[in-house]
């Protein structure tokens, strides 16, 4: 069973636009939602997280929108930019973070 | 500060042949991972050690793989003999305890089988 859906599972945006990318999870024992970026040949990379205390966190061009009621969490992109191209998972976890259940990912084309 | 490393990068052996992955992770990360990612979806866990300890390798297939992390700091996944469903990328990641949530991940190995 899939702890985690993401969707959609290709985005394609104009250079400039804003992606973005939702998840949504079941158990209400999660307390850590991260995002994570990954370049072909690359390990995923850890892009940005919040915890369900919190409905927004921000750094930079990239924004996670987190609605604990309905149990989603979303990646905004503003700016989209063509470096920005990869496939973006979503995750989510529990207790101490060592329970780590990822999306199966979303591949982000941002076209000049 | 190096991140974690895993060796070889790429692998191509015949079906029923041993296989062997390794990783060394971030230094100071007691908490070390072993994922599966097969093409087109997410890292899956197969392995996790505290220190030398494994203390989550449920989804393990442990007829097969085996996992090692003798001195607690690298670790080798093995896998004997290989199927050809085990073409997949192997990605190891490590983490600080008692902040275990932020993880580092390593390049992966993509192990083909033919």
């Known amino acids: 069973q899939q702890q985690v859906k993401q969707s959609p599972q290709s985005l394609i945006v104009q250079k400039g636009g804003i992606s973005i990318i939702n998840c949504a999870y079941e158990n209400t024992a999660f307390d850590y939602f991260p995002w994570y970026q990954q370049f072909p040949g690359k390990g995923p990379a850890l892009l940005i997280a919040i915890r369900p205390d919190v409905s927004e966190k921000k750094e930079g061009r990239f924004t996670i929108s987190f609605n604990k009621s309905a149990k989603q969490f979303s990646l905004h992109i503003m700016d989209s930019q063509p470096g920005d191209s990869a496939t973006y998972f979503c995750?989510?976890?529990?207790?101490?973070?060592?329970?780590?259940?990822f999306g199966t990912g979303t591949s982000l084309t941002v076209i000049p | 500060e190096a991140g974690v490393v895993q060796s070889p990068r790429y692998k191509i052996i015949e079906k029923k042949q041993p296989v062997a992955f390794w990783c060394n992770p971030i230094s100071g990360h007691n908490t070390l991972y072993w994922y599966l990612q097969n093409l087109g979806q997410g890292p899956e866990l197969l392995i996790r050690?505290?220190?030398?300890?494994?203390?989550?390798d449920s989804q393990l297939p442990k007829d097969r793989f085996s996992a090692e992390r003798l001195k607690g700091v690298d670790s080798t996944l093995k896998i004997q003999p290989a199927e050809l469903g085990d073409s997949a990328v192997y990605l190891c990641?490590?983490?600080?305890?008692?902040?275990?949530?932020?993880?580092?991940f390593g390049p992966g190995t993509r192990l083909t089988v033919t």
């Open positions: 990641a490590s983490s600080v305890k008692p902040q275990g949530y932020e993880q580092y």
């Open positions: 995750a989510a976890s529990r207790n101490t973070g060592n329970q780590f259940y």
């Open positions: 050690y505290e220190n030398e300890e494994a203390v989550d």
